[in-house]
């Protein structure tokens, strides 16, 4: 599979305050679905969480629900054509929308003790809000993304590929910004 992509995986920006990364290509599918979910989770080898912002995984596939109706899967990009077969193969059990979006998006890695602070230099989502193992769709200096919360100080987001490097260097902006400032107690 061929993908499009204005960034390419490299670190970006590394300090004892901030290290920003982007990422490799992943495999994405945008899944739009209502009622009984069992087929649907039958199709795809875990139970897709119903509360906005939560998230199931299984090997090697994560699913975090956006909306009352809408999740994103992200996967390995060689995985994504066999996993839209198997959602076509129950569609006439669940009727159901899944699209590949793998080329739509480029992730990157924000990691640190002050990776909470850097996001809100331009979200107007209060982070601390995002629980560890949660995401949530939300905009960053006005570009819509997603960030999803992996493990204290560690958040990826994605973003469109038409914002990429608009988001990538204000992320590298600010991170020079926090490692500039003065350590407290220092």
Known sequence: MKTITSLTPAMLADSAAVRVESLGPQGRISLRARGDLSALNGALGLDLPTRIGHRASTEGMEA?????DEWVLVL???R????????????DDHPHSATSISGREVSLLIDGPRAAELLAIACPRDIATIAEGAGRRTVFDGASVVIWHDAPGRFRMDVWNSFASFVAQTLITGARELAAEPVEGG
Not at 80 to 91: F, H, I, K, P, S
């Open 64 to 68: 975090l629900c956006l909306g009352p």
């Open 80 to 91: 994504v054509d066999a996993m839209l077969a198997a959602l076509g193969a129950v569609y």
């Open 76 to 78: 390995a990009h060689d």
